[in-house]
DNA sequence: GATGCGTGGCT
DNA sequence: TAGCCAAGCAT
């Protein structure tokens, strides 16, 4: 806690320890927020979404009562995009049926829609100073370096658990879990931790046998395999462009996107409207979380009289492609110089 | 317990 | 260049 008092990272959605000790209180929608942005997400990428965020939807019921579609054009590149659409679905419930406010125990918060163990005990220790034991891949890797656990993750999860837990105080648990939090993110890192520094150098098992940075062991992973793709770029006469909604379940479900072939081994062409298709040179190359995908690219100028099968024509004026997954602004960045010479 | 689900930065 | 990794959740 001495090392945080003077080490704490300074964040847009964080009441720093001397605040938090003069009585500030976090604002809990701004926690939620932060919380649900950080899952799998580096500070770096949350900062700029956040401030966006929190500048157009300043509370819980602003963005409780905000369109779907805003919501995910904003979301756009922080990737996992369930977690927008539980967003919605979790501000909607605590604006409209907790009266604006969120639950104060982990038991209230884990019932709510995107919220699993670890942002459950984030929030209830960070914004309102209950002790429960926050665990995230910081807290995994400190812990297991602490205590010296040779056990691979995920498998070792529990036993973790338990010994964070032996860890958690009963004053000020939400500056612990930070504490912790920031520890791991800037000196009990991945590769080559700063044992040298370490405000728990002496007490480290892992330090001692000098094998800090070979954990936490993890599971082997499995490989990615490679699919292949087709998308479509058509472009009307009045400068409109053919996008669609993705279904609102799996991959960027509920994202704006390229109508396209479906992605596989050996996917079958698929254009969504009649046109003299032209197909590019380079392919887009993206990598999912559980596989490669290698994209063709086709682009067509077409009648402002054509009836697609697919999409809606997007007014060139409405077109933002930051709005869009980065897949798909991938497409565009070889799609739209293309039709400029088309 | 395993699988599906993004992205960008770093090594 | 390719793999690793990040404040995980839902099914």
Redesign the pocket.
């Given at each position: 806690m001495d090392w945080y008092d003077g080490h704490a990272?300074g964040?847009p959605?964080?009441v720093g320890p001397a605040d938090r000790r003069a009585g500030v209180r976090p604002d809990p929608y701004r926690v939620w927020l932060?919380?649900?942005m950080?899952?799998?997400?580096?500070?770096?990428?949350v900062r700029e979404k956040f401030r966006r965020f929190t500048e157009i939807w300043p509370d819980v019921r602003s963005l409780a009562a905000a369109e779907d579609a805003q919501v995910m054009a904003e979301w756009?590149?922080?990737?996992?995009?369930?977690?927008a659409r539980?967003l919605l679905q979790?501000a909607r419930v605590v604006a409209n049926d907790l009266g604006g406010r969120f639950p104060e125990t982990r038991e209230g918060l884990?019932a709510?829609?995107?919220?699993?163990?670890?942002?459950?005990?984030?929030i209830a220790a960070?914004a309102f100073d209950r002790p429960e034991t926050?665990v995230?891949?910081?807290?995994?890797?400190v812990v297991a370096r602490l205590f010296d656990v040779d056990t691979p993750l995920?498998?070792a999860k529990?036993e973790l658990t338990r010994l964070a837990g032996l860890l958690t105080p009963q004053a000020r648990p939400g500056d612990h879990a930070?504490a912790m939090?920031?520890l791991?993110?800037t000196i009990c890192?991945?590769?080559?931790p700063a044992c040298g520094i370490c405000p728990l150098m002496a007490s480290c098992a892992a330090r001692a046998t000098g094998r800090a940075a070979d954990l936490p062991r993890?599971?082997?992973?499995?490989?990615?395999p490679v699919r292949l793709g087709i998308a479509y770029v058509a472009r009307r006469s009045d400068g409109a462009l053919l996008l669609e909604t993705r279904p609102e379940?799996?991959?960027?479900?509920g994202?704006l996107g390229w109508p396209g072939s479906d992605w596989g081994e050996s996917p079958e062409a698929a254009p969504p409207v009649a046109a003299e298709w032209t197909v590019l040179g380079g392919d887009v190359r993206?990598?999912?979380?559980?596989?490669?995908l290698r994209l063709a690219v086709e682009v067509a100028s077409v009648d402002l009289d054509c009836r697609p099968e697919r999409g809606t024509f997007v007014p060139a004026r409405d077109f933002r492609p930051s709005s869009?997954?980065?897949?798909?602004?991938?497409v565009w960045a070889i799609a739209g110089p293309a039709l400029t010479h088309l």
């Open positions: 990272r964040l959605w964080r932060s919380e649900v950080l899952q799998q997400t580096t500070v770096a990428a756009a590149g922080l990737g996992y995009y369930a977690r539980n979790c884990l709510l829609p995107g919220i699993g163990p670890y942002t459950a005990a984030a960070i926050v995230d891949g910081n807290v995994e890797r995920p498998k529990p930070q939090m920031d791991g993110a890192t991945p590769r080559s993890k599971a082997e992973k499995k490989p990615k379940r799996g991959l960027l479900g994202m993206h990598t999912f979380t559980h596989f490669h869009l997954p980065t897949v798909m602004r991938k």
